[in-house]
């Protein structure tokens, strides 16, 4: 069946490291896969997306990467900051009949101490 | 300024009591989602609309009910039947792939 799912619930960094946010999927027919970030008490937000002929997609401080060999996603954020705790969530898109499905995992906390 | 409203932030339910949830978006998106969002949790899906005047059940239905009568609006209604109604009730919509979330709804039953 459908499965997205997280390596580690919580994260705890200091200010100024590199984290990795690590996600397993089990549907190797997926299109698309995109990281949410969010707040506590807010929306998720957009942070990167990465097709799945892909497997590698920069932006700004962020990295996403993807391997179809072991159905793995990662979000690297460099120089972690405060600002950066929350928690994070990848989604993956199935296209049905035009319809795009997002299945999300249950999510990791990013907590980043000064 | 563009992007999706939902209302109320906070909203109190005695139980049997019917509500409906806000959801308005301006970005022009066919597409719009609603997700029930629990404690720890991920998102799961309740309902969406491709097309106005158009909606389809999503993973946990029951005891919710939507409309889509203006591509700018997709009202929630969270009914009597639904057994556990507190949540987070979060509003998206789409064009293309990516899924724009609006600032989400806390529903309490009290």
């Known amino acids: 069946g459908e499965n997205v799912g997280l390596h580690l619930p919580t994260l705890s960094v200091q200010e100024g490291d590199n984290s990795i946010i690590n996600c397993a999927y089990s549907n190797s027919a997926s299109d698309y896969f995109i990281w949410y970030k969010q707040e506590s008490g807010k929306g998720p937000q957009f942070i990167i997306d990465i097709r799945s002929n892909m497997d590698k997609r920069q932006g700004q401080r962020v990295t996403v990467l993807l391997n179809k060999t072991v159905k793995h996603l990662s979000l690297q954020i460099a120089a972690t900051q405060p600002g950066d705790s929350a928690v994070y969530f990848c989604a993956e898109i199935h296209m049905n009949t035009g319809f795009q499905k997002l299945v999300f995992g249950t999510g990791t906390r990013l907590l980043v101490s000064p | 300024d563009g992007g999706i409203t939902q209302s109320p932030k906070y909203l109190f339910r005695k139980e049997g009591q019917n509500v409906t949830l806000s959801c308005e978006q301006n970005l022009n998106h066919d597409a719009m989602y609603w997700y029930r969002q629990d404690p720890g949790q991920g998102l799961r899906l309740i309902y969406y609309?491709?097309?106005?005047?158009?909606?389809q059940k999503g993973d946990i239905a029951e005891g919710y009910s939507v409309s889509r009568e203006k591509k700018e609006s997709f009202p929630l209604t969270v009914t009597s039947a639904q057994k556990n109604p507190t949540a987070f009730y979060l509003c998206?919509?789409?064009?293309?792939?990516?899924?724009?979330f609006g600032p989400g709804t806390r529903l309490t039953v009290l």
């Open positions: 609309s491709q097309i106005v005047n158009d909606f």
């Open positions: 998206a919509s789409s064009r293309v792939q990516e899924q724009f």
